[in-house]
């Protein structure tokens, strides 16, 4: 290619871009069309197979992924509003791992706070999905999404009026969830796809505050931030290959088929939710039975000491 080509290619892409930063869609997808199409090459080279090396280029993220943690495992905190010793991020990593790891009651919080927290992000990044695979009407996608966000906010008010200690409300918080998921694999109606995502988005999002409250009385406050933090990035590190796995059963199978994975997760969470939820039932009755014999002993007690 010559300077001038070089300088009109350089031109195009600039007025490509600059239409992109205006609200062009179809100039952004001929911009990204362009190196999609110079990628599919490379990879058809090295397999000759143009499926295979679709799903080549598909994969590719990993290594890139692979490379960004080893470059984050080199990083040191910033000496900005540092009230202590540095300390590596290596150090606060085997720290954090310690403190999740060693503490029996706090391994199936942390298991379920992940296992809910994918299921989520799943919800927000894969939800229209759906919509797309059922020819959804364009004035659907706006309720769609807003339902979403609301159940963000709309949970965070429900787990202040739940107790999962409560046997009618574990099973129904479970049987919604588990239906919920079941209706993503099976309805070709649109309005119910989304009821089932809001639904399941609403009661993630309660289980999330809920079990965030549980996972912050178990470890000290000078913990908290990094085991919360370390809890965050599990939930990445589970999200990216469910993600990919995702990806490549939609593009194969449908998005109706890859719903079982969600389905999957979704009873994994219930699982662990109701394991949680029953161990932790016995110290609360244990509790509330002492408190209620104390109470019935009051009397006898009070007039043992007149």
């Known amino acids: 290619m010559t300077g001038m080509d070089a300088a009109s290619g350089t031109g195009e892409e600039q007025v490509v ?11 952004f997808s001929s911009l990204t069309e362009r190196y999609r199409r110079e990628l599919l090459v490379h990879c058809y080279r090295m397999v000759g197979n143009l499926e295979d090396a679709e799903d080549l280029a598909y994969f590719l993220t990993i290594p890139f992924a692979v490379l960004s943690i080893g470059a984050l495992s080199r990083f040191t905190e910033p000496r900005l509003h540092r009230g202590c010793d540095r300390q590596p991020l290596r150090s606060q990593i085997a720290t954090t791992y310690r403190t999740i790891a060693g503490r029996g009651r706090l ?12 299921l989520l992000q799943m919800l927000l990044e894969f939800g229209p999905l759906w919509m797309v695979a059922l020819a959804a009407p364009a004035i659907l996608y706006g309720p769609q999404w807003a339902g979403l966000m609301s159940a963000v906010g709309l949970g965070g008010v429900l787990a202040g009026r739940v107790t999962l200690t409560r046997p009618a409300t574990l099973a129904t918080v479970v049987a919604v969830m588990l239906a919920g998921s079941l209706t993503l694999t099976t309805s070709h109606n649109p309005v119910a796809v989304i009821a089932a995502q809001v639904a399941l988005a609403l009661l993630l999002v309660a289980v999330s505050t809920l079990l965030t409250r549980l996972l912050h009385d178990e470890i000290p406050s000078s913990l908290r931030a990094g085991v919360s933090s370390g809890v965050g990035t599990l939930t990445w590190m589970a999200f990216l290959p469910f993600a990919l796995a995702f990806g490549f059963v939609t593009r194969h199978s449908g998005v109706h088929a890859a719903a079982w994975m969600v389905v999957a997760a979704t009873a994994a969470t219930c699982a662990s939710l109701l394991r949680l939820a029953l161990s932790r039932r016995p110290r609360y009755m244990t509790s509330h039975q002492s408190l209620r014999s104390a109470t019935e002993h009051l009397p006898s007690l009070a007039a043992g000491q007149c």
């Open 17 to 27: 871009a600059a239409a992109v930063r205006s609200g062009g869609a179809s100039e």
């Open 107 to 118: 391994r199936p919080i942390t298991i379920t706070m992940v296992l809910s927290a994918l």
